[in-house]
RNA sequence: GGCCGCUUAGCUCAGUGGCUAGAGCGUCUGAUUUACAUUCAGUAGGUCGGGGGUUCAAAUCCCUCAGCGGCCACCA
């Protein structure tokens, strides 16, 4: 054995080896399952990866108690996150996603995944992570598809799904709808226009959209307007009288403008969220190319900007403009691409309805079928879950699961549609008046989105239902698809055996979008909750406790810190002395700490290696005897103590505590007392002594070895042979 | 604005009503031809954020004040 432990030199081959004696066969005992929470699969490791350690930890300690233990990986096509990706990479090339169809989009997207997806798996395996490879599921497979499509299916018949409005924000110039990422916010002067409205003045910098509006609005405590609230009111407008009903809403700003709001449901985000608290119609004035609608009357066509100012002017004609504020400064949100203002727009989309689907869930939580590790967090579990409203399903994106409704082209001849025609130009509008110049099959082959009014008729079925229909453009939301993950990663008689599946990692952040919904998914499919523990991992920070992010600068990459100290002193970094659910301050000083741990673990190794070859000088064995005894009764005690507290610490999800107490007794112990303390007998070849320490020592890497795999089974093979595993043995 | 946390040694943090409140890193003093300098023995350093309460007993439970952080705000 050399003087240090070198941990390059044993990484590698002891990891083939695990996957060539432990990986490749089947384990009998009692089964025990982990599902990992699939990296998206065009990921590399960052720091946050990291918390896998504590599955991985789980699976080993499980092996070596005597269980079946499983993990089954996977990969996730993490649909708006790739998709933006790629779509930066395109943009490096000069191109953006609305040169293609929707096809050749998917296409190039999958095979833009499927180069960059083995990386990860490499560097899940640099730290030791012992799941299934053979078994990787990614949630673009086709048994995934194939659930996930029957899902959808059996909740349509039994009525949960449904269409509604919801508002987006929407580039008529581009097309498209766009998600918060991709929008630009940029600060602007516009004028703020000060529009009589009945016995009101209001501010306002969108005087066109006016003819949508569907309420005004002040706030509850405003004083100089209570009287007005829950009537309706009449005013001269550019269209003729008309009547509103006021609204009161802490929304409103009293102290901003006059303290009165239009509220515009159909095309302001803040409005449209008091438009659903307030049950307002939603008046659409704007079309998707961008024009007003019929709405807006002798302005119905204008485009928005020119409509803005024909309004304004024959506002200011019929007296109804008090004043412009012509250097009002604010923030207006413009498109990535072309730099053009967003309009929000009120998009149909699909919905789950949840009430009757999260009953089960809160009744699992309360019940105990799933604890929460820490606890504390089956107080916000309720607390979500309560609040929880209906779940809108789709995302105005390619990369994804497509959702399998179509609509027949001449039951809904208003379906709008945008689509690439055979120059490659981009053509839009209504399916009536593209048909009149393009054949079917022509659309269907450049498609690139198509949006169906909340009226639309529609059919869902997993394939075509015939000749004259169009597929929903629209994909699944990612967690409708990765909220069935523990429906899709086991073989179908492990149901039997391993479900509900054992405990599921993650981080606190996604127990909202993505455990709820699992457990929401399996009680409806199943009648069974999906797990039975939830251990929430710590976020990696950095050495001060700042979130990592590529903006600060401040990101860590693991694997330099595996190639400096090895994976053992970073992966028991993470674990030593932090507590579950917060935070670990990922410090340089941390991992060498923890390196020098594994170096000390070694050598305590090395020395009573060099110390058992050697045979036994009958004097002094006698010599040391009495003293020894009694030392040596006393480590009994103390390691006999040591490995309760472990056992305890390790079933109660407390892996910092077991950790803390193994690093305790065989550093400051085992090696500062005991060996010290028997150092005489043991060099003089005391068999009694030699015995009892190589045992004490050889019980402690059992239980260090989940936290700190290599280093252990480096010098267990020492000990009991090249061909030995730790992993093997029992304890 | 809503929700959840945090405040304990110089720094980063454990601490689940009950021994003299702990760890890692750092400080200072000393050891050494060593299993390991990635070492060992020792040392200093704390009104447990402030105030109040419950209790035989509070870092721990309750109230309150102050400061800090996270998540969400188009599903809370």
């Not at 479900?499 to 455990?515: A, C, K, R």
């Not at 741990?597 to 090395?606: L, M, P, T």
């Not at 077991?658 to 090696?671: N, P, S």
């Given at each position: 054995m050399d003087s240090k432990f070198q941990p390059s030199l044993f990484e590698k081959p002891l990891y083939d080896g695990w996957e060539k004696t432990i990986l490749a066969h089947e384990r009998r005992g009692r089964p025990y399952t982990i599902l990992m929470p699939p990296p998206n699969a065009n990921a590399s490791l960052h720091a946050g990866h990291g918390m896998y350690v504590i599955d991985d930890l789980m699976i080993r300690y499980k092996l070596m108690t005597g269980w079946a233990a499983l993990w089954v990986p996977g990969m996730d096509h993490a649909g708006f996150e790739t998709q933006y990706v790629y779509e930066k990479n395109l943009a490096k090339q000069g191109k953006s996603r609305l040169d293609f169809d929707r096809q050749t989009l998917f296409a190039n997207i999958y095979q833009f995944v499927k180069d960059n997806s083995g990386l990860i798996y490499q560097q899940f395996k640099r730290l030791g992570f012992l799941a299934q490879w053979s078994r990787s599921v990614f949630t673009l497979d086709q048994p995934v598809l194939d659930a996930v499509f029957a899902t959808f299916v059996k909740m349509e018949q039994e009525k949960y799904v449904y269409r509604s409005d919801y508002i987006v924000n929407y580039c008529t110039h581009c097309g498209t709808s766009l998600s918060e990422l991709e929008v630009d916010h940029v600060e602007r002067t516009d004028p703020l226009y000060y529009i009589k409205y009945g016995p009101f003045v209001l501010a306002t910098v969108r005087p066109e959209t006016k003819f949508g509006d569907t309420a005004l609005a002040v706030h509850p405590r405003d004083k100089r307007y209570q009287k007005w609230v829950g009537k309706e009111i009449e005013a001269a407008g550019l269209l003729g009288k008309f009547r509103i009903k006021v609204i009161a809403d802490t929304y409103v700003d009293p102290e901003f403008g006059t303290g009165v709001v239009k509220i515009t449901p159909a095309h302001d985000h803040n409005d449209f969220a008091v438009g659903q608290r307030h049950h307002l119609e939603i008046k659409s004035v704007i079309d998707f190319s961008g024009r007003l609608n019929h709405r807006a009357g002798p302005y119905a066509g204008l485009k928005v900007k020119q409509a803005r100012g024909r309004v304004a002017d024959d506002l200011k004609r019929a007296g109804l403009l008090e004043k412009v504020d012509e250097h009002y400064q604010h923030s207006v949100t413009v498109c990535y691409k072309c730099r053009r203002d967003l309009e929000p727009m009120v998009v149909p989309n699909w919905f789950i309805k949840v009430d009757k689907l999260k009953q089960p869930v809160l009744a699992a939580v309360k019940a105990k079928a799933v604890e929460f590790h820490p606890r504390r967090y089956v107080k916000q579990m309720n607390q979500w879950l309560k609040t929880m409203h209906d779940w809108p399903i789709s995302r105005q994106i390619v990369w994804g699961i497509r959702i399998p409704a179509w609509y027949n082209v001449d039951q809904n001849p208003d379906l709008y549609v945008v689509f690439l025609d055979r120059e490659k130009k981009q053509q839009q509008g209504t399916i009536?008046?593209?048909?009149?110049?393009?054949?079917?099959?022509?659309?269907?082959?450049?498609?690139?989105?198509?949006?169906?009014?909340?009226?639309?008729?529609?059919?869902?079925?997993?394939?075509?239902?015939?000749?004259?229909?169009?597929?929903?453009?629209?994909?699944?939301?990612?967690?409708?698809?990765?909220?069935?993950?523990?429906?899709?990663?086991?073989?179908?008689?492990?149901?039997?055996?391993?479900?509900?599946?054992?405990?599921?990692?993650?981080?606190?952040?996604?127990?909202?979008?993505?455990?709820?919904?699992?457990?929401?998914?399996?009680?409806?499919?199943?009648?069974?909750?999906?797990?039975?523990?939830?251990?929430?991992?710590?976020?990696?920070?950095?050495?001060?406790?700042?979130?990592?992010?590529?903006?600060?600068?401040?990101?860590?990459?693991?694997?330099?810190?595996?190639?400096?100290?090895?994976?053992?002193?970073?992966?028991?970094?993470?674990?030593?002395?932090?507590?579950?659910?917060?935070?670990?301050?990922?410090?340089?000083?941390?991992?060498?700490?923890?390196?020098?741990?594994?170096?000390?673990?070694?050598?305590?190794?090395?020395?009573?290696?060099?110390?058992?070859?050697?045979?036994?000088?009958?004097?002094?064995?006698?010599?040391?005897?009495?003293?020894?005894?009694?030392?040596?009764?006393?480590?009994?005690?103390?390691?006999?103590?040591?490995?309760?507290?472990?056992?305890?610490?390790?079933?109660?999800?407390?892996?910092?505590?077991?950790?803390?107490?193994?690093?305790?007794?065989?550093?400051?112990?085992?090696?500062?007392?005991?060996?010290?303390?028997?150092?005489?007998?043991?060099?003089?070849g005391n068999i009694e002594v030699q015995e009892k320490l190589t045992a004490v020592y050889l019980a402690n890497l059992q239980m260090l070895h989940p936290f700190m795999p290599f280093v252990t089974e480096a010098v267990w093979q020492v000990f009991k042979g090249k061909h030995a595993s730790i992993l093997n043995s029992q304890f």
């Open positions: 009536k008046r593209l048909l009149q110049q393009h054949d079917l099959a022509e659309i269907k082959a450049g498609l690139q989105k198509l949006m169906a009014d909340k009226a639309a008729r529609y059919v869902v079925n997993v394939s075509c239902p015939g000749e004259r229909f169009l597929q929903e453009t629209d994909t699944f939301d990612t967690w409708f698809s990765s909220g069935q993950w523990p429906l899709v990663t086991l073989k179908k008689t492990e149901y039997q055996t391993r479900y509900p599946t054992d405990m599921l990692g993650t981080l606190s952040d996604i127990l909202p979008f993505w455990v709820s919904r699992m457990m929401m998914f399996s009680l409806y499919l199943r009648h069974q909750v999906p797990f039975k523990h939830v251990y929430l991992w710590s976020m990696v920070a950095d050495a001060q406790g700042q979130k990592m992010s590529k903006s600060k600068g401040n990101v860590i990459n693991p694997i330099t810190l595996v190639d400096r100290y090895g994976a053992d002193a970073f992966r028991a970094a993470l674990i030593f002395g932090t507590s579950a659910g917060s935070k670990v301050n990922l410090a340089e000083d941390r991992v060498r700490g923890m390196r020098n741990f594994a170096n000390k673990v070694w050598n305590i190794g090395r020395f009573l290696n060099l110390n058992t070859q050697r045979t036994a000088a009958d004097d002094q064995s006698k010599a040391t005897g009495a003293a020894s005894t009694k030392i040596m009764k006393k480590l009994e005690r103390e390691f006999n103590e040591e490995k309760q507290k472990y056992g305890r610490a390790m079933d109660s999800y407390q892996f910092a505590r077991a950790l803390g107490q193994v690093y305790q007794f065989i550093w400051h112990r085992l090696a500062d007392y005991y060996v010290e303390q028997l150092k005489a007998a043991l060099q003089h």
